[in-house]
């Protein structure tokens, strides 16, 4: 097994290993580089769906995925399906415009998986079935690199901090009605540690991203404001480690301490398929209670937050 960084703040290839038949040794190795670089990229793996979820399994159990609104579920409930290939007509390509791809254009926000969710992911695995020739890339920075340059009063604010996530408030900066009304009111927001801790090297980093709202006993506009400049300082180009799909890559990343984002592709031209298999968190970042259904909660169900910015991304 041979590991290359790709970044100088997270990211390594691994070569030189099967996925679908790995022994105890070499599995060890790879839970170790993915410790230390946060995203691992493995070309060449040719994986059926039960590959996939048997690999994903031998770090810890698999997270259930979210019902999206105007999906039906093809797939395992433990898959998640990112295809803009048409349920219902198989050769047909749904562009941007489609209702169907307004959902999974919230991927192309920077966000952290399932943090809307009272025990976040601890990782994502995503294998790239079909690819597009141009675009579709998925982008990655450190949550760890951005917390060591914060300067040392800005950390000394983060500390202790609870921040309020929830996919309803990130999804209505995209557009209205993208969840049914019934399932709105089991997405309750989460509190999620604003400063979280890898409990296997002690490596801080912050934890934002789309989903993060609010940060709890703070003025309002002022946590919006602290939230959006620690995603700019996250996000600065010269942090992001860019990754180009070839077709059966598959791509880990580390959920507690890395953002990511998928890049737009002209959709109504070429497929791109992807799975992705989730390992679940190990549990709350905080104590409880767990969720919280404040007023502004039930100002978001009554008439929707931010600023929808509508239609293509
Ligand atoms: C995801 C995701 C981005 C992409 O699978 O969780 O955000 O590039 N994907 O498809
Ligand atoms: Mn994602």
């Given at each position: 097994?041979?590991v290359?960084?790709?970044?100088?703040?997270?990211?390594a290839?691994?070569?030189?290993?099967?996925?679908?038949a790995?022994?105890?040794?070499?599995?060890?190795?790879?839970?170790?580089?993915?410790?230390q670089?946060s995203?691992?990229?493995?070309?060449?793996?040719?994986?059926?769906?039960?590959e996939?979820?048997?690999?994903?399994?031998?770090?810890?159990?698999?997270?259930?995925t979210?019902?999206?609104?105007?999906?039906?579920n093809r797939?395992?409930?433990?898959l998640v399906?990112?295809?803009?290939?048409?349920?219902?007509?198989?050769?047909?390509?749904?562009?941007?415009g489609?209702r169907?791809m307004?959902?999974?254009?919230?991927?192309?926000?920077w966000h952290?998986?399932s943090?809307?969710?009272?025990?976040?992911?601890?990782?994502?695995l995503l294998?790239?079935?079909?690819?597009?020739?141009?675009?579709?890339?998925?982008?990655?920075?450190?949550?760890?690199?951005?917390w060591?340059?914060?300067?040392?009063?800005?950390?000394?604010?983060?500390?202790?901090?609870?921040?309020?996530?929830?996919?309803?408030?990130?999804?209505?900066?995209?557009?209205?009605?993208?969840?049914?009304?019934?399932?709105?009111?089991?997405?309750?927001?989460?509190?999620?540690?604003?400063?979280?801790?890898n409990?296997v090297?002690?490596r801080?980093?912050?934890?934002?991203?789309?989903h993060?709202?609010?940060?709890?006993?703070?003025e309002?506009?002022?946590?919006?404001r602290?939230l959006?400049?620690?995603?700019?300082?996250?996000?600065?180009?010269?942090?992001?480690?860019?990754?180009?799909?070839?077709?059966?890559?598959?791509v880990?990343?580390?959920?507690?301490?890395v953002?990511?984002?998928?890049?737009?592709?002209?959709?109504?031209?070429?497929k791109?398929?992807?799975?992705?298999t989730?390992?679940?968190?190990?549990?709350?970042?905080?104590?409880?209670?767990?969720?919280?259904?404040?007023?502004?909660?039930?100002?978001i169900?009554?008439?929707?937050?931010?600023?929808?910015?509508?239609?293509?991304?």
């Amino acid at each position: 097994m041979k590991v290359t960084p790709l970044h100088p703040h997270l990211g390594a290839e691994v070569a030189g290993v099967e996925l679908k038949a790995m022994d105890g040794a070499t599995f060890k190795q790879v839970f170790d580089a993915f410790q230390q670089y946060s995203v691992l990229v493995f070309h060449d793996q040719r994986l059926t769906d039960e590959e996939q979820m048997a690999f994903t399994e031998r770090f810890g159990p698999l997270e259930e995925t979210l019902k999206a609104t105007g999906k039906e579920n093809r797939l395992h409930p433990k898959l998640v399906d990112l295809s803009n290939v048409d349920p219902d007509h198989d050769e047909r390509l749904m562009g941007w415009g489609d209702r169907r791809m307004l959902y999974q254009s919230g991927n192309q926000l920077w966000h952290t998986d399932s943090s809307f969710k009272p025990v976040p992911a601890m990782a994502s695995l995503l294998s790239g079935r079909e690819v597009p020739p141009a675009g579709g890339e998925t982008e990655f920075v450190s949550m760890r690199h951005a917390w060591d340059t914060l300067p040392e009063a800005t950390r000394r604010r983060l500390e202790e901090r609870v921040v309020v996530h929830s996919i309803l408030y990130s999804r209505s900066t995209i557009a209205r009605g993208l969840f049914d009304p019934e399932h709105e009111r089991e997405l309750a927001p989460v509190r999620q540690a604003l400063v979280r801790v890898n409990p296997v090297n002690g490596r801080k980093g912050i934890y934002i991203g789309s989903h993060a709202w609010y940060i709890e006993g703070m003025e309002h506009g002022e946590s919006r404001r602290l939230l959006d400049d620690l995603l700019v300082h996250t996000t600065r180009a010269e942090c992001v480690l860019r990754h180009r799909w070839t077709r059966w890559d598959l791509v880990m990343w580390d959920n507690r301490c890395v953002l990511h984002r998928g890049r737009p592709w002209d959709a109504e031209r070429h497929k791109r398929v992807m799975r992705r298999t989730t390992i679940a968190g190990e549990g709350p970042t905080v104590e409880p209670p767990f969720a919280t259904r404040t007023p502004a909660w039930e100002g978001i169900i009554a008439q929707g937050v931010g600023q929808p910015r509508g239609g293509t991304p």
